[in-house]
T-cell receptor, first 113, second 113 residues
Framework: DVKVTQSSRYLVKRTGEKVFLECVQD?????MFWYRQDPGLGLRLIYF???????EKGDIPEGYSVSREKKERFSLILESASTNQTSMYLC????????????FGPGTRLTVL | AQSVSQHNHHVILSEAASLELGCNYS??????LFWYVQYPGQHLQLLLK??????LVKGIKGFEAEFIKSKFSFNLRKPSVQWSDTAEYFC???????????FGKGTRLHILP
């Protein structure tokens, strides 16, 4: 079974802090994704990566950056957290192409005070 | 730009009722279509997908969906729901010439025992 893990289930940070969300997958998948999930808005793509050190902006990249130094790990960075970034963050990975089935992690619920 | 519309935000049904959740997308070219489900407290997971071939697709747990190209629709159905089907359901679409999968806003399904 594919396993996608995220470093924290719950996280509370203060406005202006730098926040790191980590995601690791164990199935040698090429593609990794970061989404945020908000009630009534569904899933919105923040960034995705189709290879090590490669990244592409999604639909809402503002205020976020990403890092992919190793194939199995994809990090989401909030350079200066703001209250409107309070959300559920989901990481996903897929095998061959961006259109393949995506496997999701459990999510990190981030609260920014 | 692609978009995905899920008609119902909340659906409440009694056990054994039939279910149909609507999904429409806006893109005129070739698409890949998905339904994902998120059970309470669990990861988002794939329910079924359509890439090509028979437009009636069967998924896990007795769910099926029908791709109707002329209507730009991919509705999810189940003839008799169970209490354990209580979850949030997301329709997702990928235009094959694009890198991204676009998710709908989700439908919360609540099954009364």
């Amino acid at each position: 079974d594919v396993k996608v893990t995220q470093s924290s289930r719950y996280l509370v940070k203060r406005t202006g802090e730098k926040v790191f969300l980590e995601c690791v997958q164990d199935m040698d998948h090429e593609n990794m994704f970061w989404y945020r999930q908000d009630p009534g808005l569904g899933l919105r793509l923040i960034y995705f990566s189709y290879d090590v050190k490669m990244k592409e902006k999604g639909d809402i990249p503002e205020g976020y950056s990403v890092s992919r130094e190793k194939k199995e790990r994809f990090s989401l960075i909030l350079e200066s957290a703001s209250t409107n970034q309070t959300s559920m963050y989901l990481c996903a990975s897929s095998l061959m192409a961006n259109t393949d089935t995506q496997y999701f992690g459990p999510g990190t619920r981030l609260t920014v005070l | 730009a692609q978009s995905v519309s899920q008609h119902n935000h909340h659906v409440i049904l009694s056990e054994a009722a039939s279910l149909e959740l609507g999904c429409n997308y806006s893109y005129g070219g070739t698409v890949n279509l998905f339904w994902y489900v998120q059970y309470p407290g669990q990861h988002l997971q794939l329910l079924l997908k359509y890439f090509s071939g028979d437009p009636l697709v069967k998924g896990i747990k007795g769910f099926e969906a029908e791709f109707i190209k002329s209507k730009f629709s991919f509705n999810l159905r189940k003839p008799s729901v169970q209490w354990s089907d209580t979850a949030e359901y997301f329709c997702a679409v990928n235009a094959r010439r694009d890198d991204k999968i676009i998710f709908g806003k989700g439908t919360r399904l609540h099954i009364l025992p």
